[in-house]
Each structure stands twice: as structure tokens, then as C-alpha cells.
């Protein structure tokens, strides 16, 4: 690889990186605006929680949609597609004074924002092998995490001052820069692919290949796991500080801050492990490691407020190791099906969240006895899929 393609590629790399900060950025920056919404269009908050509800369905939806059909088309094309949807859609939220249309709008939004972040990881996945990929999704995953944190503090920011059709021509000005940008830079890729793939049995085998790799599929499922947990604890976290720990809500906003900077630690520091260490000991030492710092946050986490906090930051630390560590080897397990795994890994991370979320409201173990549960349950398919790939 000459360093002319070396600096285009770090270039694009950051480009897509961007790209999926954006597209979290959209998701992640309209909840402070729920009660300006509400009032603007003097519609229920039923009707507004829909709004978020519908948009991550639809994400998760077109991880699976998109999938089948990725690796067989034009990456340019498709993120073009999803950029001008976005954009579109986005000046639609902005201006009208309907809130059906408003909804519609937001769906569609959803739509072409879905499509982003799984077109960025597998351009990625396909321009770069070995410890190069490893670094790659090692960027893209912090950028990944910068987001759920920043956007609110942007989202309430510019809706106090510009109201919430500030917000979304913000989104719509970035997204137009990154169409520009990424229409002039992304390489069409897959031109053989897409010759190779006309045969109308190829979606069919390429599920039969995607489910035969035990490694694969083990990433998978574990990826649905740890995305249950964390928004398992990331929902309970506020009600533990709040009713335990007597810490006020403004407070409380500020201490998941720590959090977000553990989660970056921790995808900084795969990059760097990644080229020291074989990809298969990392994802054992991840199997084991995390369960165990779940099941000590489920004995600690009414104990000590110091010591909670540093488990936290622990866990924090492998959470932010964990994704780009799995698409990395998911990427490496599969050659012409990458887009379609990553899709499903994208698809079953979303549906962990949806689980996790609502776990703990509906649990009638006590909260502590919950996470307890659930670490042993991690720990016990860990165990399994290190049998499973010995």
C-alpha cells in the first residue's frame, strides 16, 4: 500500500467515521427536543414517543434489508442514496407545520440515516485488511461513541435558541457537506461482485455461509448480549443514583460522561492491542472479563458510590473495546458476505438495546438479583462458544 493510498484512505476513513457520528447524531439529538415537539404541534406525547420508537425500528429493520443486497452493490451509490434521503427528509422536519407529514418525514429520515452506518463499516471492512482494519474500526467506534453523548447537549442548545427546525436544518447542512465530500472521495466498490451475484439463489447462500461459521455467528450472539446489558444498566443507572445514592437528576446527566470517556478509552485501546495481540485471545479475554464486571456490579452497585464508579469505568473500558473488536473479526470471517453479517450484527445489537431497555421495568427480580442473573447467564455462553471454538 503506497502512502499516497495510505493518506486517501485515512482521509475517507475519517469521512465514514463522520458519516456514522452523523447518523447516531440524528437519532441521539432529538430527545431533548420531545416536549418542544410536542408543543409546537400540539399533539400527544403518545404521538411524539412514537416519532423515536418508529425511527430505531426502522434502523434496525434496514440493517436486514440492506444486508442482503450490500455486498452485491455500489457502495458510492447506496451512500448517496442514503445521504440525499436524509437530507431530504430532514428539510421536510424542518419546515412543515404538519405533524403527519413531520412523522412521514422523521420515518424516512430513519430510512436513509439506517442505511448509513452499515454502507461506512463495510467500505471500511472491504478496503482494509488485517491490523489496518483493526485500526479503522477502531476510529470509526469512537467517533461511533462521541455521539449519544454530545448530541443532546446539541440538540437542547440549539433548540433553545433556533427551536427545533434549528436542529434539523443543523442535521441537514451536515449531512449536504458529508454528500459532497463522500460523493467526491468514496471509491466504487464491488463492480465484480455485483457481476457475480445475479443468480437468484445468492441471497440464500450467502445466509447458508453466514450461519455455518460458528466463530461468526458466536460474535453475533454475543454482540446481542452485551448491548442488552449495557442499556440494561444504562437505563437502571439513573434510578440507582436518583433513589439510592440521593444524587439530583442535574447531576446525574453529568456522571454518564465518565462512562462515554471509558468507552473511547476503550476502542483506542484496541487499536493499539489489535496489532500486538491474535484477534481470537482478545474476543476470549473479552468472554470472560465482561460477565464477571457485571455480576460485580450486581453485588456492588448499592454498596459504594467510589467503588461503583469504578467498575463502571472498567466496564466502560471493555464496552468500548467490544464493537470494534467484533466487527473486525466479522469482517475477517467473511469474504463476500460481509455487509450481510455485519447487517444481522447490527440488526441483533439493535434488538439487545430494545431487550435491555425494558428489562428492568418489567423484572420481578430485585435489580441487583437481575444483573446478578445476567452475568452468570453471560459467563455460562461464554464458557460455551470457548468450547464451541476449541
Known amino acids: 500500500m503506497d502512502k499516497a493510498f495510505q493518506q486517501k484512505s485515512k482521509v475517507l476513513v475519517l469521512l465514514l467515521s463522520i458519516s456514522a457520528f452523523f447518523a447516531s447524531l440524528n437519532q441521539n439529538i432529538y430527545s431533548p427536543l420531545i416536549p418542544l415537539i410536542r408543543d409546537t404541534f400540539d399533539t400527544t406525547i403518545f404521538w411524539v414517543d412514537l416519532t423515536v420508537s418508529g425511527f430505531i425500528f426502522i434502523i434496525s429493520i434496514m440493517q436486514v434489508i440492506l444486508g442482503t443486497f450490500i455486498d452485491s452493490a455500489n457502495q458510492k451509490k447506496l451512500m448517496i442514496t442514503s445521504l440525499f434521503i436524509t437530507s431530504i427528509s430532514t428539510l421536510f422536519c424542518a419546515f412543515t407545520t404538519n405533524f403527519m407529514v413531520f412523522f412521514v418525514a422523521r420515518m424516512f429520515q430513519a430510512i436513509g440515516t439506517g442505511m448509513i452506518p452499515l454502507i461506512a463499516v463495510n467500505v471500511i471492512a472491504y478496503l482494509f485488511e488485517g491490523a489496518e482494519r483493526g485500526d479503522a474500526m477502531g476510529t470509526y467506534q469512537i467517533l461511533l461513541t462521541l455521539a449519544p453523548a454530545l448530541a443532546p447537549i446539541l440538540g437542547g442548545f440549539i433548540g433553545q435558541y433556533y427551536n427545533y427546525s434549528g436542529v434539523f436544518l443543523f442535521l441537514f447542512v451536515i449531512s449536504m457537506t458529508l454528500l459532497i465530500f463522500l460523493g467526491y472521495k468514496l471509491p466504487t466498490l464491488n463492480s465484480k461482485q455485483l457481476s457475480d451475484n445475479k443468480n437468484k439463489y445468492k441471497t440464500l447462500h450467502k445466509y447458508q455461509i453466514l450461519w455455518a461459521d460458528k466463530k461468526g455467528m458466536s460474535v453475533i450472539g454475543i454482540g446481542f448480549f452485551v448491548f442488552l446489558v449495557y442499556f440494561s444498566i444504562l437505563t437502571y443507572l439513573p434510578v440507582l443514583l436518583h433513589d439510592h445514592y440521593q444524587i439530583s437528576l442535574q447531576i446525574i446527566g453529568l456522571l454518564y460522561l465518565p462512562l462515554t470517556i471509558s468507552m473511547i478509552i476503550g476502542s483506542t485501546l484496541f487499536k493499539k492491542l489489535q496489532r500486538r495481540f491474535d484477534l481470537e485471545k482478545l474476543y476470549r479475554t473479552i468472554l470472560y472479563l465482561m460477565p464477571f464486571f457485571i455480576i460485580l456490579f450486581g453485588l456492588m452497585m448499592e454498596k459504594n458510590m467510589i467503588i461503583l464508579s469504578i467498575i463502571l469505568f472498567i466496564y466502560g473500558v471493555l464496552l468500548g473495546f467490544s464493537p470494534p473488536l467484533f466487527s473486525t473479526i466479522i469482517s475477517s470471517q467473511y469474504t463476500n ?54
Open 337 to 390: 458476505e460481509k455487509g450481510l453479517a455485519l447487517g444481522i450484527f447490527n440488526f441483533v445489537r439493535y434488538c439487545g438495546m430494545a431487550i435491555g431497555a425494558g428489562i428492568v421495568g418489567i423484572s420481578f427480580l430485585s435489580s441487583s438479583s437481575l444483573f446478578l442473573i445476567l452475568g452468570i447467564v453471560f459467563l455460562v455462553v461464554s464458557f460455551m462458544i470457548n468450547q464451541i471454538l476449541k
